[in-house]
């Protein structure tokens, strides 16, 4: 409920507001007759409209005027969509106006003009220019013969529908204003919470969003990429939600039917997709994200990707590390560090292994990538003398992948990794970290940062001298990174020289700001989406720690058992000897040689001695994730007698079973004294009771009739009609909530559910976890920070929040925000153009944090990579 202060200083005022902008809309759309005479003409346009909403507007009157003469149930429906249409659009602009006049007011700077009130108005215009397409195909076709009157009928209404819902988006905008007005914040100021502004609003029709228009706002090529995301998610879910006995042909079957079905039917999709977002929990996120670590996902970036010489993934051993601790650490006094320091050595910092929720003692996997095998790189062995590798890099990458704490890993960002290290020219160290729900938080920070204090101690290992490192991440990831810099400054461990931050939430929690509204349109993170990972990672069930602790409980107890009492084979990770490369495979090419596959060394570090290095001959997987898809297989022992137990009386059973009941249905032989006898019982009105007996004889009789050419065909035609069903047939959706107890696919009489229900849990205030909160004094120490956004980005007013702080703190903070890209692009470079291009921005800001000099990078050619780019298809296209 609103508190008497909130509702004091936002509702009546904000109502009173609401109702002059309906009023001026209509009193602009209808004006008032003069002399008795109405004045309105089918070019009247209200005079304060900007251009396109007047085009727009133009538009409408004109098709309405037109098929006001239609008096079909489709012509009437027109005519209306187009009356209503016009009402959103003058109220459309009103509201943009009004934003548009303050939206300045929380740009980074004059340079980097973007924010979410910015985004909205962006959104909303594009709303405008898609209704503009539509009118103009309509003006176009709706006078010919072959004119589809019901398919535009839908797409007018769809339209003017989303257009209602910015409109009702766009009054949220001005509640936050009202609420952050004095402070200048993105973010709502004081007791405001998101329950209390879904609270103020009319209800958001998400349906629009997941329809017709689904992407409407993006380019071209991106639309179509969002599509079938769109598609493959409504598909995948009738897959997921089926019943455990249908197998995987009929699950198929299922998934393709379903496929087309969503397909053609846009209305369909946006119920599914929405009933998905409101009811599915997060193991069917994880579950569809996962789809991109399929075995044929990851053989993809091998075959279309840039092709790289190293490429392989190492398990780091869990045990303690020791780093020099920086001459300019000072320790604080309130420190909530998990350092263990030694009272007599304090040049020195001790790293502990992870700890959090899973218990000590698991393995970090971490995956190397290099464009070139670079000298006392692991896993590449002894060289002969005229085949030299290349010396250390001066730098390194050091990256955490995204996918919202809970899903995808370092195999899943490999296709544009690839891109990096061949553009870079230096090592990239992508850390897979546990995810959630089984991981919450702090587990991932704590591999994280363990991987980095591992780098730090083995540079030699990873081919480079570490001159200069960079964290660099997208969305979790990008999280994870200002994690470790902020690790680094606690503990007193060297910082990384710069980081590179891709859509990055800097708060994780749903404190209401106007960028964070866009996920209630995003066809990549749906807002039940993103809710669901902020709490599996954030704030997890209790479930869930019952049962890590359960885990760690049993995990001490193995360990702490005496050495004959365990076999072999239920000796865990914790037990294995240290570093270990699960993937001692190399990316081959015509000029590379094999004398890294047999290595096997011996090498002279603390973390690294002992290690045995697998035998790679033969191995053509080209870089296949073994690890990913195994899982352990359990026998269950089943005790089976060699003798069985002989009973008499079950013999005579059957023998009597046999004799009496046997029947012959290839002749037909059923003897007519049993059905002469039953007519007559039934006659005197003494009908036989079911019995065991009579049963077995029914069935006789039917297998009889089957045999019949009747009984065949009528068989036959069960069957496929079963068939058909079971592989047709879409199963619902049920949620926590009461809603979810009933069929939710019936989307028609499902009524709208406020998203304010998404918010029942807690987030603690953790400088770890939302680095936005963290102290003036540790964000005054980061490095050099490029912070890459997009304006349709539901972190974008994080990324700003957090640029403006570090430039009020005077560090140095370079803001660059992208148009028309959705979250998470990177991982569509090899699908859109505009996505390779976004990719290759990042590259430059990570040139510039690492000192790399393009200019003098060649590739294995010998060509400039610059060039090499210019005569790309991708470069040929943007320069046109």
Same mark, same amino acid.
């Given at each position: 409920?609103?508190?008497?202060?909130?509702?004091?200083?936002?509702?009546?005022?904000?109502?009173?507001?609401?109702?002059?902008?309906?009023?001026?809309?209509?009193?602009?759309?209808?004006?008032?007759?003069?002399?008795?005479?109405?004045?309105?003409?089918?070019?009247?346009?209200?005079?304060?409209?900007?251009?396109?909403?007047?085009?727009?507007?133009?538009?409408?009157?004109?098709?309405?005027?037109?098929?006001?003469?239609?008096?079909?149930?489709?012509? %009437?429906?027109?005519?209306?969509? +187009?009356?209503?249409?016009?009402?959103?659009?003058?109220?459309?602009?009103?509201?943009?106006?009004?934003?548009?006049?303050?939206?300045?007011?929380?740009?980074?700077?004059?340079?980097?003009?973007?924010?979410?009130?910015?985004?909205?108005?962006?959104?909303?215009?594009?709303?405008?220019?898609?209704?503009?397409?539509?009118?103009?195909?309509?003006?176009?076709?709706?006078?010919?013969?072959?004119?589809?009157?019901?398919?535009?009928?839908?797409?007018?209404?769809?339209?003017? &529908?989303?257009?209602?819902?910015?409109?009702?988006?766009?009054?949220?905008?001005?509640?936050?204003?009202?609420?952050?007005?004095?402070?200048?914040?993105?973010?709502?100021?004081?007791?405001?919470?998101?329950?209390?502004?879904?609270?103020?609003?009319?209800?958001?029709? &998400?349906?629009?969003?997941?329809?017709?228009?689904?992407?409407?706002?993006?380019?071209?090529?991106?639309?179509?990429?969002?599509?079938?995301?769109?598609?493959?998610?409504?598909?995948?879910?009738?897959?997921?939600?089926?019943?455990?006995?249908?197998?995987?042909?009929?699950?198929?079957?299922?998934?393709?039917?379903?496929?087309?079905?969503?397909?053609?039917?846009?209305?369909?999709?946006?119920?599914?997709?929405?009933?998905?977002? &409101?009811?599915?929990?997060?193991?069917?996120?994880?579950?569809?994200?996962?789809?991109?670590?399929?075995?044929?996902?990851?053989?993809?970036?091998?075959?279309?990707?840039?092709?790289?010489?190293?490429?392989?993934?190492?398990?780091?051993?869990?045990?303690?590390?020791?780093?020099?601790?920086?001459?300019?650490?000072?320790?604080?006094?309130?420190?909530?560090?998990?350092?263990?320091?030694?009272?007599?050595?304090?040049?020195?910092?001790?790293?502990?292994?992870?700890?959090?929720?899973?218990?000590?003692?698991?393995?970090?996997?971490?995956?190397?990538?290099?464009?070139?095998?670079?000298?006392?790189?692991?896993?590449?062995?002894?060289?002969?003398?005229?085949?030299?590798?290349?010396?250390?890099?001066?730098?390194? *990458?050091?990256?955490?992948?995204?996918?919202?704490?809970?899903?995808?890993?370092?195999?899943? +960002?490999?296709?544009?990794?690839?891109?990096?290290?061949?553009?870079?020219?230096?090592?990239?160290?992508?850390?897979?970290?546990?995810?959630?729900?089984?991981?919450?938080?702090?587990?991932?920070?704590?591999?994280?940062?363990?991987?980095?204090?591992?780098?730090?101690?083995?540079?030699?290992?990873?081919?480079?001298?570490?001159?200069?490192?960079?964290?660099?991440?997208?969305?979790?990831?990008?999280? *994870?990174?200002?994690?470790?810099?902020?690790?680094?400054?606690?503990?007193?461990?060297?910082?990384?020289?710069?980081?590179?931050?891709?859509?990055?939430?800097?708060?994780?929690?749903?404190?209401?700001?106007?960028?964070?509204?866009?996920?209630?349109?995003?066809?990549? *993170?749906?807002?039940?989406?993103?809710?669901?990972?902020?709490?599996?990672?954030?704030?997890?069930?209790?479930?869930? *720690?019952?049962?890590?602790?359960?885990?760690?409980?049993?995990?001490?107890?193995?360990?702490?058992?005496?050495?004959?009492?365990?076999?072999?084979?239920?000796?865990?990770?914790?037990?294995?000897?240290?570093?270990?490369?699960?993937?001692?495979?190399?990316?081959?090419?015509?000029?590379?040689?094999?004398?890294?596959?047999?290595?096997?060394?011996?090498?002279?570090? %603390?973390?690294?001695?002992?290690?045995?290095?697998?035998?790679?001959?033969?191995?053509?997987?080209?870089?296949?994730?073994?690890?990913?898809?195994?899982?352990?297989?359990?026998?269950?022992?089943?005790?089976?007698?060699?003798?069985?137990?002989?009973?008499?009386?079950?013999?005579?059973?059957?023998?009597?079973?046999?004799?009496?009941?046997?029947?012959?249905?290839?002749?037909?032989?059923?003897?007519?004294?049993?059905?002469?006898?039953?007519?007559?019982?039934?006659?005197?009105?003494?009908?036989?009771?079911?019995?065991?007996?009579?049963?077995?004889?029914?069935?006789?009789?039917?297998?009889?009739?089957?045999?019949?050419? &009747?009984?065949?065909? %009528?068989?036959?035609?069960?069957?496929?009609?079963?068939?058909?069903?079971?592989?047709?047939?879409?199963?619902?959706?049920?949620?926590?909530?009461?809603?979810?107890? %009933?069929?939710?696919?019936?989307?028609?009489?499902?009524?709208?559910?406020?998203?304010?229900?998404?918010?029942?849990?807690?987030?603690?205030?953790?400088?770890?976890?939302?680095?936005?909160?963290?102290?003036?004094?540790?964000?005054?120490?980061?490095?050099?920070?490029?912070?890459?956004?997009?304006?349709?980005?539901?972190?974008?007013?994080?990324?700003?929040?957090?640029?403006?702080?570090?430039?009020?703190?005077?560090?140095?903070?370079?803001?660059?925000?992208?148009?028309?890209?959705?979250?998470?692009?990177?991982?569509?470079?090899?699908?859109?153009?505009?996505?390779?291009?976004?990719?290759?921005?990042?590259?430059?800001?990570?040139?510039?944090?690492?000192?790399?000099?393009?200019?003098?990078?060649?590739?294995?050619?010998?060509?400039?990579?610059?060039?090499?780019?210019?005569?790309?298809?991708?470069?040929?296209?943007?320069?046109?």
């Amino acid at each position: 409920m609103i508190d008497a202060a909130s509702a004091e200083r936002g509702s009546p005022k904000f109502i009173a507001l609401f109702n002059d902008n309906l009023k001026l809309g209509h009193e602009d759309d209808n004006p008032q007759p003069v002399n008795g005479k109405d004045t309105q003409t089918p070019n009247h346009i209200p005079s304060d409209l900007q251009t396109a909403y007047g085009t727009l507007f133009a538009a409408c009157q004109d098709h309405a005027a037109f098929f006001a003469r239609d008096h079909t149930e489709f012509g %009437q429906r027109l005519h209306a969509a +187009h009356i209503a249409w016009q009402d959103f659009i003058v109220l459309a602009n009103r509201l943009v106006q009004q934003i548009e006049a303050f939206a300045h007011e929380y740009d980074f700077d004059e340079q980097t003009p973007g924010n979410g009130y910015r985004s909205f108005i962006y959104v909303t215009n594009a709303c405008i220019t898609h209704g503009i397409g539509i009118c103009q195909q309509l003006t176009a076709t709706r006078s010919t013969m072959f004119f589809r009157k019901k398919f535009y009928m839908k797409e007018v209404e769809a339209c003017s &529908q989303l257009l209602s819902s910015l409109c009702t988006c766009l009054q949220y905008l001005l509640i936050l204003r009202q609420w952050s007005a004095s402070t200048g914040d993105l973010f709502a100021c004081g007791n405001h919470t998101a329950e209390q502004l879904f609270e103020l609003g009319d209800t958001i029709n &998400q349906y629009c969003f997941y329809g017709r228009c689904l992407g409407f706002q993006y380019g071209d090529s991106i639309r179509g990429v969002l599509r079938f995301l769109g598609i493959s998610m409504a598909s995948y879910s009738e897959s997921y939600y089926s019943q455990e006995g249908d197998g995987t042909i009929v699950k198929t079957t299922r998934s393709l039917w379903t496929s087309g079905k969503y397909l053609m039917n846009p209305e369909l999709r946006a119920r599914r997709i929405v009933n998905i977002s &409101q009811n599915a929990k997060i193991d069917f996120c994880k579950s569809f994200w996962f789809l991109a670590e399929s075995e044929m996902m990851h053989k993809l970036p091998s075959i279309v990707g840039s092709s790289i010489k190293v490429n392989r993934l190492i398990e780091l051993p869990a045990e303690p590390l020791k780093l020099p601790r920086r001459k300019d650490f000072k320790a604080q006094e309130t420190s909530t560090s998990d350092v263990n320091q030694n009272e007599g050595d304090d040049d020195f910092v001790e790293i502990p292994v992870p700890t959090a929720h899973l218990g000590p003692g698991l393995p970090v996997s971490v995956r190397l990538l290099s464009a070139k095998r670079r000298s006392g790189m692991l896993g590449e062995g002894r060289y002969r003398g005229w085949n030299k590798p290349t010396p250390p890099s001066p730098s390194i *990458l050091f990256h955490c992948h995204g996918g919202g704490f809970v899903a995808q890993s370092s195999k899943s +960002h490999e296709l544009y990794l690839r891109d990096w290290a061949v553009a870079l020219d230096c090592p990239i160290l992508s850390v897979d970290y546990s995810l959630a729900p089984e991981a919450p938080f702090p587990r991932a920070l704590q591999e994280v940062y363990y991987a980095y204090c591992w780098l730090l101690n083995n540079t030699e290992l990873l081919g480079t001298t570490a001159e200069r490192i960079v964290c660099a991440g997208d969305s979790a990831g990008a999280n *994870l990174s200002i994690g470790v810099a902020l690790k680094c400054i606690e503990q007193g461990v060297r910082v990384p020289d710069g980081l590179f931050l891709a859509y990055c939430p800097t708060l994780v929690s749903f404190v209401p700001s106007p960028a964070r509204l866009l996920c209630l349109m995003d066809p990549l *993170l749906p807002f039940g989406f993103m809710m669901r990972c902020l709490r599996a990672y954030a704030a997890p069930a209790q479930e869930t *720690l019952q049962e890590n602790a359960r885990h760690v409980e049993d995990a001490a107890q193995i360990r702490n058992a005496p050495q004959g009492s365990l076999n072999s084979s239920r000796r865990t990770s914790m037990a294995r000897s240290p570093l270990t490369p699960l993937e001692a495979n190399t990316e081959q090419d015509d000029e590379s040689s094999d004398t890294f596959a047999s290595a096997s060394a011996s090498y002279h570090s %603390q973390t690294v001695e002992r290690t045995d290095l697998p035998n790679s001959e033969g191995d053509n997987s080209s870089c296949v994730s073994f690890e990913d898809d195994s899982q352990p297989i359990v026998h269950y022992p089943i005790e089976v007698s060699a003798d069985p137990p002989k009973d008499a009386a079950s013999a005579a059973y059957i023998d009597n079973f046999l004799d009496k009941y046997l029947i012959d249905t290839a002749t037909m032989e059923v003897t007519e004294e049993t059905a002469a006898e039953a007519a007559q019982e039934q006659a005197n009105g003494h009908a036989k009771v079911s019995s065991d007996d009579d049963i077995l004889v029914e069935t006789g009789r039917d297998l009889v009739a089957m045999d019949t050419l &009747q009984g065949r065909l %009528q068989e036959a035609v069960n069957n496929i009609t079963h068939t058909l069903t079971r592989c047709t047939q879409s199963y619902e959706i049920h949620g926590s909530n009461a809603m979810g107890q %009933q069929d939710v696919r019936n989307m028609d009489a499902l009524i709208a559910r406020s998203p304010s229900e998404e918010f029942a849990f807690d987030v603690p205030k953790d400088p770890f976890l939302s680095p936005y909160w963290a102290s003036d004094e540790w964000l005054s120490q980061l490095p050099e920070t490029k912070i890459l956004t997009l304006n349709m980005d539901p972190c974008l007013d994080d990324c700003v929040m957090f640029a403006k702080k570090l430039k009020r703190l005077g560090r140095q903070v370079d803001l660059e925000i992208l148009e028309g890209l959705p979250h998470g692009f990177l991982n569509f470079t090899m699908l859109s153009n505009e996505a390779m291009e976004g990719s290759k921005k990042c590259i430059r800001s990570l040139q510039t944090l690492l000192q790399v000099n393009p200019k003098l990078k060649t590739n294995d050619k010998g060509s400039s990579l610059d060039d090499e780019e210019s005569s790309s298809p991708s470069a040929s296209l943007a320069a046109s």
